[in-house]
């Protein structure tokens, strides 16, 4: 099913269906996750649905599940990678002055140096 506000040919679309190439560290049947292509941090890795909307604002209130899932599969791989206990960051940018440039709905991971502050 697509409506207005579901992502079907952004370029994580393309990732997804391997039409271009990524560096995929996880994937299962809700959802891929692939190296950042200009990391912000040693570890960037972005966990995106495969059936996404376009920001978090195009979310149904019913779908707190596909949010979760994004969480918890950030935070199996830091433990699986081993720096769950030094710590790690999860973001999600949503619309211009979010800073978001691709409109598939993702969730940043960052990890391997100290992170203080934002923007
Ligand atoms: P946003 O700014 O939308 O939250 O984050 C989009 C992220 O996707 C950026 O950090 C950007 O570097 C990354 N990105 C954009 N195009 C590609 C791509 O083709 N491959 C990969 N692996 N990452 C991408």
């Given at each position: 099913?697509?409506?207005?506000?579901?992502?079907?040919?952004?370029?994580?679309?393309?990732?997804?269906?391997?039409?271009?190439?990524?560096?995929?560290v996880f994937?299962?049947?809700?959802?891929?996750a692939?190296?950042?292509?200009?990391?912000?941090?040693?570890v960037?890795v972005?966990f995106?649905?495969?059936?996404?909307?376009?920001?978090?604002?195009?979310?149904?209130?019913?779908?707190?599940?596909?949010?979760?899932?994004?969480l918890l599969a950030a935070a199996a791989y830091a433990k699986r990678e081993g720096f769950a206990e030094n710590g790690y960051?999860v973001?999600?940018?949503?619309?211009?002055?979010?800073?978001?440039?691709?409109?598939?709905?993702?969730?940043?991971l960052?990890a391997g140096?100290?992170?203080?502050?934002?923007?």
């Amino acid at each position: 099913m697509t409506n207005a506000n579901q992502s079907s040919d952004s370029i994580f679309d393309r990732i997804i269906r391997r039409e271009i190439p990524a560096d995929i560290v996880f994937e299962d049947e809700h959802l891929i996750a692939f190296r950042d292509i200009a990391p912000q941090a040693p570890v960037h890795v972005l966990f995106v649905p495969k059936r996404g909307v376009r920001t978090l604002n195009d979310v149904p209130a019913g779908d707190a599940e596909s949010l979760g899932r994004l969480l918890l599969a950030a935070a199996a791989y830091a433990k699986r990678e081993g720096f769950a206990e030094n710590g790690y960051r999860v973001l999600m940018n949503c619309n211009g002055d979010g800073g978001q440039t691709v409109f598939h709905i993702h969730l940043h991971l960052l990890a391997g140096r100290a992170l203080h502050g934002f923007g």
